[in-house]
């Protein structure tokens, strides 16, 4: 964990902070640990603050994009539309028209008709489009927690209802892009997955009689938020992953292997602030209220995909030797649901303290509703060649007007 102590009198909370020195370790990691035959990708959807996309540029091999804000933000970033990835079950035309007037390295067909209408725009706009097919493939894999194929959803192609291509004339489809799901921490899990998707794209391009230029195989790598979690072996991860690889390159040499990955690159660099504003007791438990809450973390309130919640490792910023106190932790919103922790032992926190929450650097700000109860947006920061800079600042309701 990243000492932050030193950068609390330079930050206004409640606010996001960025170790990018962290973010630059997993990207080393990955990169000394995989064969140059597979491409890095990050998953813009994690985390898409302008600064930090800048800053990761000439580390990541491209990009996963999932939206026409994504895809204008990683173009004002600088960053090269061969090297994008655009998914989605649901692109509007004028997304479509972006991504190929854009020359997008490759544009995800996510069934039929998506594919139909990316032909459609194509043809009207003239240049052609790059495309590759998303497989929802046949066989689940449990080990992701949230999972996006194997089972009947919106995302790709059905694996087993994928006969033939249609012909097109100004979509060149050379690609496959399967992604199982997210946040898996078992590395035999992976390893399955790995295993699964190579001898698919392998089947399907066959069967379907393409040259495979390129194959997307998700990313979904998890991150331990909570206790008693083994952390994922990305040792084991790393290696299954060179192993798998180097055998599909054996049948497929020239074909281009992509991972995508948002959440084990950005989590760890990320941490959610929050002050605490009033205590008090109710009925035997102590309630302590701060001054941010699900509005702008969501995920730590366990309101994106856990069934049942669970508290992240919060820790007390301003004073964590103090004895330790069981404490029900309150976001500042009207809602019951505004919990960021239930029966939390946390060294025992007094009104002004700074709260940490962490593993909050991906689906933080993102994946949160930071307009519900019209309270300002965070501010987010970067921790860079040790100093810290407001990357984006907080924003009042009466702005966005
Ligand atoms: C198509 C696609 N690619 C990549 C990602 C990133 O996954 P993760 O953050 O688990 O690495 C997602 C996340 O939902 C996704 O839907």
Not at 297 to 325: D, E, F, M, V, W
């Amino acid at each position: 964990m990243t000492d932050l102590s030193k950068y609390l009198r330079d930050i206004k909370t409640p606010c996001y902070i960025y170790d990018l020195a962290e973010i630059s370790r997993r990207l080393a990691y990955l990169k000394k640990h995989l064969p140059d035959s597979i491409a890095l990708y990050y998953a813009v959807k994690a985390n898409s603050n302008l600064h930090i996309l800048q800053a990761l540029r000439g580390s990541v091999d491209g990009l996963d994009l999932s939206s026409g804000g994504e895809l204008e933000q990683a173009l004002a970033a600088g960053y090269l539309p061969q090297n994008f990835s655009f998914a989605g079950p649901g692109k509007t035309t004028a997304e479509l028209e972006l991504a190929i007037k854009s020359a997008c390295g490759s544009i995800s067909a996510e069934s039929p008709d998506d594919l139909r209408r990316i032909e459609t725009v194509a043809r009207t706009l003239g240049p052609q489009a790059f495309v590759s097919l998303r497989i929802n493939p046949a066989t689940l894999n449990e080990h992701f927690a949230l999972k996006m194929g194997g089972k009947a959803t919106q995302f790709g192609f059905d694996e087993e209802n994928l006969k033939t291509l249609p012909k097109l004339k100004n979509t060149a489809i050379s690609g496959l892009h399967i992604y199982a799901g997210t946040q898996c921490l078992n590395a035999s899990g992976l390893q399955e997955n790995f295993q699964n998707i190579f001898s698919l794209a392998q089947k399907l391009s066959k069967k379907l009689k393409f040259q495979l230029q390129k194959v997307n195989i998700g990313g979904g790598f998890g991150i331990d938020y909570f206790r008693g979690q083994q952390p994922l072996d990305i040792a084991a991860v790393c290696k299954a992953l060179s192993r798998a690889a180097a055998g599909f390159g054996q049948n497929q040499p020239r074909t281009k292997i992509i991972l995508e990955l948002g959440r084990w690159l950005l989590a760890p660099a990320g941490y959610y602030l929050c002050s605490v504003l009033n205590i008090k007791k109710s009925r035997g438990k102590t309630f302590v209220i701060v001054d941010g809450g699900m509005h702008q973390n969501q995920a730590a309130t366990g309101q994106l995909g856990q069934i049942i919640r669970k508290n992240y490792k919060i820790t007390n910023l301003t004073r964590p030797r103090s004895k330790k106190l069981k404490v029900e932790l309150a976001g500042c919103l009207c809602t019951p649901l505004d919990m960021l922790a239930t029966g939390l032992e946390i060294a025992g926190p007094r009104v002004g303290d700074i709260l940490c929450v962490p593993n909050s650097g991906a689906y933080g700000y993102t994946a949160s509703p930071l307009f519900f109860l019209g309270h300002p947006t965070p501010p987010e920061y970067l921790i860079q060649d040790g100093q810290v800079k407001l990357i984006r600042p907080s924003r009042r309701l009466i702005e966005f007007n």
